[in-house]
Nanobody, 124 residues
Framework: QVQLHESGGGLVQAGGSLRLSCEAP????????MGWSRQAPGMGGEFVGA????????DYLDSVKGRFTISRENAKSTVYLQMNSLKPEDTAVYYC?????????????????WGQGTQVTVSS
């Protein structure tokens, strides 16, 4: 069982920035890809981005490309989501998840463990 600890959410004005962190302690962290998803009120979950186990390969939702950046520090078992130029439509609960293999994926069923979520609210 892997327990993920997310932090960094909050309230920010449009155009502002936030950095989310997700710690996933465990010996296998460095061998697994990590992903971020979000769920807005009344909406289904949405893939945001993912990063390979090595940190070399990333994948992003089109609407966040150029604004969001995923990175990881394997020595700290932590993955980050840097969010810049935030828009009101980015308002959602953001979740990190541990993939079942080293390669970034958009498929929800490939993720074995999920965090509790952290709220991001962007005001206009």
């Amino acid at each position: 069982q892997v327990q993920l600890h997310e932090s960094g959410g909050g309230l920010v004005q449009a155009g502002g920035s936030l950095r989310l962190s997700c710690e996933a302690p465990g010996r296998t962290f460095s061998s697994l890809a990590m992903g971020w998803s979000r769920q807005a009120p009344g909406m289904g979950g949405e893939f945001v981005g993912a990063i390979s186990s090595s940190g070399i390969n990333t994948d992003y939702l089109d609407s966040v490309k150029g604004r969001f950046t995923i990175s990881r520090e394997n020595a700290k078992s932590t993955v980050y989501l840097q969010m810049n130029s935030l828009k009101p439509e980015d308002t959602a609960v953001y979740y990190c998840a541990v993939d079942s293999d080293p390669y970034p994926s958009r498929r929800k069923y490939e993720y074995d463990y999920w965090g509790q979520g952290t709220q991001v609210t962007v005001s206009s």
